[in-house]
């Protein structure tokens, strides 16, 4: 066959219970209307995850990127698991369905979007990275360990087919704008970018010998869109492995390594990203901390083999522990930074209704004025 698309994309339309889960009834909802899309033909094949309050739509079609026809039958999906989700008072029900109307893309709209076009190899093994209550930057570190990093990924080393290196896009949630680096030749010029996750995020990787797409995250950022604190980003993120992309394993070896992220409750805190299974993607103390699962797949003509749970492994039990003490140190903070974000990036929560609330009695301080005790005297 020729091109086949891998679209996935991703709503919180309700939680079960606060932000938590999804439940049953809404997750079937959708199911239904994306099974019945397959039985018409309109795609492929489709594999429905969740994380947390999330719902990720995993789809397989000859339409290519950014089809109207898949988005909007994403859209209709959701729309249609926020009616369950409402007549069930679930908690925020269609929160990230940000328009009233499906417009022709559900960029912008609130849903998360991450999408890429290519022929099959003679294997084709992909994973779907989906996380809860975080941002999109939280790929940052994970992606550049992935592509980048010879003590992370031994092939860019000993794999000829991998050892010129990757392209990184790296997008600008604010201005909209991307720029394209090489790595090893660009890597500090990179790392400027890519380290600064708030504002900076990986929105796809290539290889630079052929320019074969190997990753593609989700940049959506849900404050942006709509002007205001309307819940946290949640993003996916697709990474093609083996035969001149990373093996599963390197693929997977970053999240070993506990890493802080931005989100975790009301997305206002710094949180440590733990890997779970799909059974333990319920978070729920302080409303977290992040988590992320990892979905495996063969595509095979297009079907989805799988999902196949890879954090499902004893071997990722040190990094949740690790992540539990973490997460324990942070708490210590309480509502005091770093734990709780940044000025800057509490912009669209409450701190700029308190900042107008107040404005008026700020005063400009003259240093050179003489201070006083507690008694009221001028002191020396």
Same mark, same amino acid.
């Given at each position: 066959?020729?091109?086949?698309?891998?679209?996935?994309? *991703?709503?919180?339309?309700?939680?079960? =219970?606060?932000?938590?889960?999804?439940?049953?009834? =809404?997750?079937?909802?959708?199911?239904? =209307?994306?099974?019945?899309?397959? @039985?018409?033909?309109?795609?492929?094949?489709?594999? &429905?995850?969740?994380?947390?309050?999330?719902?990720?739509?995993?789809?397989?079609?000859?339409?290519?990127?950014?089809?109207?026809?898949?988005? $909007?039958?994403?859209?209709?999906?959701?729309?249609? @698991?926020?009616? =369950?989700?409402?007549?069930?008072?679930?908690?925020?029900?269609?929160?990230?369905?940000?328009?009233?109307?499906?417009?022709? /893309?559900?960029?912008?709209?609130?849903?998360?979007?991450?999408?890429?076009?290519?022929?099959?190899?003679?294997?084709?093994?992909?994973? &779907?990275? #989906?996380? +809860?209550?975080?941002?999109?930057?939280?790929? /940052?570190?994970?992606?550049?360990?992935?592509?980048?990093?010879?003590? /992370?990924?031994?092939?860019?080393?000993?794999?000829?087919?991998?050892?010129?290196?990757?392209? #990184?896009?790296?997008?600008? &949630?604010?201005?909209?704008?991307?720029?394209?680096?090489?790595?090893?030749?660009?890597?500090?010029?990179?790392?400027?970018?890519?380290?600064?996750?708030?504002? !900076?995020?990986?929105?796809?990787? !290539?290889? *630079?010998?052929?320019?074969?797409?190997?990753?593609?995250?989700?940049?959506?950022?849900?404050?942006?869109?709509?002007?205001?604190?309307?819940? *946290?980003? +949640?993003?996916?993120?697709?990474?093609?492995?083996?035969? @001149?992309?990373?093996?599963? @394993?390197?693929?997977?070896?970053?999240?070993?390594?506990?890493?802080?992220?931005?989100?975790?409750?009301?997305?206002?805190?710094?949180? %440590?990203?733990?890997?779970?299974?799909?059974?333990?993607?319920?978070?729920?103390?302080?409303?977290?901390? %992040?988590? &992320?699962?990892?979905?495996?797949?063969?595509?095979? $003509?297009?079907?989805?083999?799988?999902?196949?749970?890879?954090? +499902?492994?004893?071997? #990722? +039990?040190?990094?949740?522990?690790?992540?539990?003490?973490?997460? /324990?140190?942070?708490?210590?903070?309480?509502?005091?930074?770093?734990?709780?974000?940044?000025?800057? $990036?509490?912009?669209?929560?409450?701190? %700029? *209704?308190?900042?107008?609330?107040?404005?008026?009695?700020?005063?400009?301080?003259?240093?050179?004025?003489?201070?006083?005790?507690?008694?009221?005297?001028?002191?020396?």
């Amino acid at each position: 066959m020729g091109k086949i698309t891998l679209s996935v994309i *991703k709503a919180d339309i309700g939680g079960y =219970v606060g932000h938590s889960s999804v439940h049953p009834e =809404v997750l079937q909802r959708v199911k239904e =209307v994306v099974e019945e899309a397959k @039985g018409d033909g309109k795609i492929i094949d489709v594999s &429905v995850l969740s994380c947390g309050d999330d719902i990720a739509l995993v789809m397989t079609h000859t339409k290519g990127v950014d089809s109207p026809d898949i988005h $909007e039958l994403a859209w209709n999906a959701f729309v249609a @698991g926020t009616e =369950v989700s409402k007549k069930l008072k679930m908690y925020g029900a269609g929160q990230d369905l940000l328009s009233d109307a499906f417009s022709g /893309n559900v960029k912008g709209m609130g849903p998360g979007v991450a999408e890429m076009e290519f022929v099959e190899r003679k294997s084709e093994p992909v994973i &779907v990275f #989906f996380a +809860d209550k975080t941002s999109p930057s939280a790929w /940052n570190l994970p992606l550049y360990e992935m592509f980048a990093d010879p003590m /992370n990924t031994a092939g860019l080393v000993i794999d000829p087919s991998m050892h010129d290196g990757f392209i #990184f896009e790296v997008f600008d &949630v604010y201005s909209g704008m991307s720029i394209q680096l090489k790595a090893p030749e660009e890597l500090y010029d990179l790392l400027v970018f890519i380290g600064a996750t708030s504002r !900076y995020c990986v929105r796809a990787v !290539y290889r *630079k010998r052929d320019g074969e797409i190997a990753a593609v995250a989700s940049t959506q950022k849900l404050s942006l869109m709509a002007g205001r604190y309307v819940g *946290k980003d +949640d993003p996916v993120l697709i990474v093609r492995c083996q035969s @001149g992309f990373p093996a599963v @394993g390197e693929a997977l070896e970053p999240f070993a390594r506990p890493w802080f992220v931005e989100g975790w409750m009301r997305g206002s805190h710094v949180g %440590p990203l733990m890997p779970v299974s799909f059974a333990q993607a319920k978070p729920t103390r302080f409303d977290g901390p %992040p988590r &992320v699962i990892a979905a495996g797949y063969q595509i095979c $003509e297009g079907q989805l083999i799988g999902p196949n749970d890879l954090f +499902d492994d004893p071997a #990722f +039990d040190y990094a949740r522990q690790e992540a539990s003490v973490m997460a /324990n140190l942070l708490r210590r903070q309480g509502i005091f930074e770093p734990h709780r974000l940044p000025p800057e $990036e509490m912009e669209y929560t409450t701190l %700029p *209704k308190v900042l107008e609330k107040l404005k008026d009695r700020f005063k400009l301080v003259d240093e050179k004025k003489p201070k006083f005790s507690t008694e009221g005297e001028v002191a020396e």
